[in-house]
């Protein structure tokens, strides 16, 4: 079965500072990612995702991930934070070609500050 | 569109009661799922389903129920509540096209507090 581990839980940014939160999966197969936001008191979005082809994936709101095979990960990242970014985001990975089941992290919560 | 619409918002319920947590979408999506989060544990798969008439066990499916009669509709039941599942509760879909996944799209979450 796969997992996810986010190793930030908690991370606290001034606004401006550069962000990147790690991603780390298991599985043997090949495999989709994603990463969500959840925003204070609201359901889950989609920030980015992967499916193939460019590793290099750009998302909503100047976020961009980074599809690291050698290494199973995929980590978030944005060159400068607002306060508006505090929120909490997840990492998941869903098997291609037949898996259906979607499989989140734990989550990192992400406060930046003015 | 309204997409993954989920209710009730809030609910309270005693020790030992049940209660149906509802789920609708309109997408015609394949896949509906129901996940709980709790505070540092991220979110948690119960149940899901890939299609009307098919479910399945995830993570931590005790004490639940589900079942899928329609392609809209994934209910999730709690016959007989217990503290521990005062959670927040999100129910998402999503569907395969020409055989690959897509995202899944998540609804607005219904909070339980069992008391």
């Known amino acids: 079965a796969q997992s996810v581990s986010q190793h930030n839980h908690h991370v606290i940014l001034s606004e401006a500072a550069s962000l990147e939160l790690g991603c780390n999966y298991s599985?043997?197969?090949?495999?989709?990612l994603f990463w969500y936001v959840q925003y204070p008191g609201q359901h889950l979005q989609l920030l980015l995702k992967?499916?193939?082809?460019?590793?290099l994936v750009k998302g909503i709101k100047g976020f961009e991930a980074e599809f690291i095979k050698s290494k199973f990960s995929f980590n978030l990242r944005k060159p400068s934070v607002q306060w508006s970014d505090t929120a909490e985001y997840f990492c998941a990975v869903n098997p291609t070609g037949g898996g259906n089941k979607l499989t989140f992290g734990t989550g990192t919560q992400l406060k930046v500050e003015l | 569109n309204a997409g993954v619409t989920q209710t009730p918002k809030f609910r309270i319920l005693k020790i030992g009661q049940s209660m149906t947590l509802q789920c609708t979408q309109d997408m015609n999506h394949n896949y509906m799922y129901w996940y709980r989060q709790d505070p540092g544990m991220g979110l948690k798969l119960i149940y899901y389903s890939v299609g009307a008439g098919i479910t399945d066990k995830g993570e931590v499916p005790n004490g639940y129920n589900v079942s899928r009669s329609t392609t809209e509709d994934f209910p999730l039941r709690l016959e007989l509540a217990a503290p521990s599942q005062t959670s927040v509760y999100f129910c998402?879909?999503?569907?395969?096209?020409?055989?690959?996944?897509?995202?899944?799209?998540f609804g607005q979450g219904t909070r339980l507090t069992v008391v």
């Open positions: 992967y499916f193939s082809g460019d590793p």
């Open positions: 599985y043997g197969g090949t495999v989709n």
């Open positions: 998402a879909s999503k569907t395969r096209t020409r055989g690959m996944n897509t995202e899944a799209f």
